[in-house]
Nanobody, 124 residues
Framework: QLQASGGGLVQAGGSLRLSCAAS????????MAWFRQPPGKEREFVAA????????YYVDSVKGRFTISRNNAENTVYLQMSIPKPEDAAVYYC???????????????????WGQGTQVTVSS
């Protein structure tokens, strides 16, 4: 089970950190990702992190501004949002994929477990 938190109202140019806590003992067996769904739009991939934390990947629109990280000892994955823009406003979801041939994909179907989403609003 995944529980996302940390959303809220943030000023453009500020910062916000999202957290996703996982239950269970096998968190380190999962590659993790963040997705988001802006109002009126489809859900989209944002970032992913390998099970070990050794590799990360970002969609171009957040590269250099967002940082995904994880703490396997605490069963938590984070998304640090720096210099957010109004277009970053969305419901953010964390997702987990079992270790396999690939460690990330941008498609939702790749991920087995999903958190409930946390709302991020960016004021300009």
């Amino acid at each position: 089970q995944l529980q996302a938190s940390g959303g809220g109202l943030v000023q453009a140019g500020g910062s916000l950190r999202l957290s996703c806590a996982a239950s269970g003992r096998t968190f380190s067996s999962y590659n993790m990702a963040w997705f988001r769904q802006p109002p009126g739009k489809e859900r989209e991939f944002v970032a992913a992190i390998m099970w070990s934390g050794g590799s990360t990947y970002y969609v171009d629109s957040v590269k250099g501004r967002f940082t995904i990280s994880r703490n396997n000892a605490e069963n938590t994955v984070y998304l640090q949002m720096s210099i957010p823009k109004p277009e970053d406003a969305a419901v953010y979801y964390c997702a987990a994929a079992v270790k396999g041939l690939y460690w990330y994909r941008a498609s939702e179907e790749f991920y087995r477990y999903w958190g409930q989403g946390t709302q991020v609003t960016v004021s300009s």
